[in-house]
């Protein structure tokens, strides 16, 4: 999933994306031939919306800070574990929680990533 939200934060953060259709079409654009990437990024974009509906507020903020954010100007490259590591304890500390509380939230989205991805969506 880290990968998929790198790569969404940086096409994200490119092309100033502002509705979840220009998202879409852009996926579209920068994954031809890549079906699977093509179906990760749609994954994290349907992964987002669904924890919106859900009310899930703070594990959105949570994937902001420690993945879209950072990774959405700068140059297009997997983050080493300890950086991801140090966001997530930065981001409790902001935000007076426990490091556990915000790993389980991350868990929590990542197993939405993984139910989505796994239906199969398609393009």
Do not use: T
């Given at each position: 999933m880290t990968r998929a939200l790198v790569y969404y934060a940086r096409l994200?953060?490119?092309?100033?994306?502002?509705?979840?259709?220009?998202?879409?079409?852009?996926?579209r654009g920068a994954c031809t031939g890549k079906e699977r990437l093509a179906a990760e990024l749609w994954a994290v974009q349907e992964c987002l919306i669904?924890?919106?509906v859900l009310g899930e507020q703070e594990t959105i903020k949570a994937l902001r800070k420690i993945?879209?954010?950072?990774?959405?100007?700068?140059?297009l490259r997997i983050p080493a574990k300890?950086?991801?590591?140090?966001?997530?304890?930065?981001f409790a500390f902001e935000n007076h929680l426990d490091e556990r509380t915000v790993y389980r939230?991350?868990?929590r989205a990542r197993k939405l990533w993984l139910d989505i991805l796994s239906r199969g969506t398609k393009l």
């Open positions: 994200r953060g490119e092309d100033k994306i502002r509705s979840p259709l220009d998202m879409y079409g852009a996926i669904m924890l919106d993945y879209l954010e950072p990774f959405s100007s700068s140059p300890s950086e991801i590591s140090m966001r997530v304890l930065r939230r991350l868990q």
